[in-house]
């Protein structure tokens, strides 16, 4: 009897090492590619939304998971959807998920994402990433070349936001301040600091960007000079031709790698410096007279 | 010193003793055997025969009670548990590699978003998800990750919510079961050596303090298949002394060698290197000389004994080529890719030459030392796809092949690198434990200060692996004992280990990767010291009993499971 449980316990245990190491069914996890599944072709198309949370499923080459309704929680939408190009498209195999990654940068630019939001080019966002989805393996092998890229609110520790709002045209409605760039400088004995650090304009902040930047040198040493400088890119923003009276241009200075460089920015005027929350951008259609929104 | 006449004793002059003293006194007094020495022994000599009564091996015996074993595996899981709970949880932090093969579970890390704060700290809960489709697996491939650590996170998984961890898998649970894992590994071991309690127990005390180093040790807290590979040799080891003290059934015994070595195997895919020492350990079987010692075997006796041991091998190399042919192709093609650019092209003295060698576009030389995910990476270069249809390993093995000399300074490199086991990039304690980011765990560094000081001579390492081949291969010849053939397989598997790594894996992680072969470097001092006691104890008395006539199993020459008889002895 004893001879007998002693035969049997290795033989257990071979089984089960050899089911851990995935030999037999009954293991979870994610199943071969090889398995015996119908290869889902769908087209992903543009507005669609998706629950995307951990930092795998945005690294991810692919992304199988269904889409959500937009209306509801979600973190990801579609703003593009494009093919890869030649010469990877010709390949056989899927490339690399490096040079996916690194395609990704042409194939989902910023400049088709602020199309997207109904942006002009005097709005820059902030707290916003972008990330592309490819053809799993099989779908490339069964032909598929397109790619989804997917826009996502981010925390300032980068995880995605979850949210209940349609990003599209998000940048010309009137929740835009949670998507635009603003800058928080500190206010010392009521003088403003040079620098800011990036927030968005639903949070308190001291200026707003208005996407235009240039290489400090000589000549902008003043505050006056970077104003006069800045001044047509504010306007635009604002879509006005003449400064309103209560908006003051308010640049700020950048450094990064001892280059110095004078973002342009715009501001509620104010008898001493304090924080304000909301964006000075005009809603569409209208034109800004001077009052924050959002 | 000579050994005259007068020295003889009564019994072999034929005289009484005092009268031949008295006799030949005035000619010159009776010179001791060990003349100049002090008769009486130094505290140092005593000392030394004090602990070899204590510790030494003894007669080469097996069996005993089974109370030693019983207590050194309960004091060895809880001197382990003790190690990695007190004062707080130490464990290895995840440096992205360790979702692959957890997510199996449904389960997704609770830790920061990005790369450089999780890898800060440990962060050992895992939440309840549902990945769908490339987001679990590989990195960058969601390829299935498998291996015999599943075995482990799924039992760590089973005990999570009884200390209140939550409905995941905490690693802190996949600790604890391996810490009983090699509670109950350590018992085993005790039982199945050779020689007196205290000696056994005085070896599986040694490799205790080996495992419980925080090189070592940490991985138990972790989500890298490490422990199943440092717990799978270990089993490995004690199934191959009970296969060779040959007390048992045989099949049994093989069974247990296979179960051990498909679980080893399955760890990691580096692990196969196990494959043709346990192909040799299996052949190496044990043998009773019989009656008819002396005489040649006949030939189809020597196969009819050999066609288990045969049979096993094939099972085990069957379970290697289907793990093996199971790997993430993302993980061989990252391989190919680090062992070209990280490992040759950097560290070559011609790196065009190799190039052009390889049949690579020159172009090639600008992603010389960078990963696949550098910003200068190859897997920018538009001719990339040349690289992948060009280069696998075949070609790399063919390239070593032609220059023989590169292996040197691979070589030197992973010795180096094996000897820096502390992985520096990743922390060791748990946010908020008052521990700075990438503080490492040094509660208990034997190990840690024994590789270091060897970092000053690091030949002196691959001395003490020579040494303990040459006492293996002395005390498996001459005092006959497993013990012996342990240690020629634990320096032959790590060098194997070490290679396969080297080759196979090149410079990236290379610190983790070299740390199972670190540990059989480390198994040495133990071993050392089990092959210095026993070849130092007194000749070997074995309790040898002859084979019952009519309780042999069948197709086997050997006694039945209940005899007590010689370990190992060789043909």
Redesign the interface.
Known sequence: MR?NR??VF??I??A???A????APG???????GAAKAVSLDHPTVDQCHVI?????Y????????AVACSGPHTAQTFLVTSVPE?LAG?SERP????LQ?LTTRLCPAAELRKYLAGTDRDATAGMAITGYYP??LEWAAGSRTVRCDVFLASP???PLETTSDLKGALAGPDSAQIRLCYAQEIKDGVLSAEGKDTTCSEPHTTEDVSAWFGQDASLVSLAAQQERCLPFVLEFLKVDVLPAGVEVRPIVRIDGGARAVRCGVAPLQASPEPWTGTLAPLAGTANGGAAHG | MVETKQGKTESETGKPEAETTKHEAGEFAPVPVRSGKNPQPGPLRRLATFLARVFGPGELTLGGGRTPAILAGVASAAAMMVRLFVPGPVGMGDQGDG?GLV????V?NVR???YA?FTRFIYPGWTP?Q???????A??????V???Q??FL?LGKLITPVFGWGPGVDMRAVGIVCCLVFGLLTAALVAVLPGRASFRILIAALVTAVMADGVFADFFISPYPEPAAFLGTLAVLVALLHYWNGR??R??AI??V??AG??TI?AKAEMVSWLPVLALALLWRPHVPSRRSGRRVPETRWWRQRIVPFAAIMVLAA?AV??LA?QPK?TS?LNVYNAVFAELLPNSPVPEDDLKWLGLDPGFLSASGTT??SPR?A??N?K??EFQEQVGPAKLAGFYVTHPERLIGVGERGITAMLTPELGYIGSFMEGQGHDPFDKDRRFPVVLGLFTALKAVPVALVAMQLLTLLLGFAVAFRKKSAVGRLAVVVVVAGWLQFWVVMLGSGQPEIYRQLVISGFHAALCVPLLVALISILASEPRKLMLQQPEPGVQEPGTSEPS?ATLRDPAVSV
């Not at chain 2, 990195?139 to 299935?144: D, F, H, L, R």
């Open positions: 001879r002693l035969t290795p033989a245990a071979l089960a090492a050899m851990l190491a995935g030999c293991v979870a996890g994610p199943a071969p590619e949370t951990t930092p795998e499923e690294g991810a080459s692919s992304d199988s998971s269904p010469p390949q690399l998920h490096e040079q690194n799993s393996r520790g980068r995880a | 979702h997510c199996a579970l449904g997704s920061p978003w990005d704060e998800h990945f769908a489709g490339e987001a679990c697996g990195v960058g491939s969601g390829e299935a498998y291996s015999s599943l075995a799924w048992g059934s099949w049994l069974v247990w296979v179960g498909i679980f399955a379970f289907a793990f199971v993302r093609e696949v995910a990476s897997a920018v538009p990339f796809s499971a």
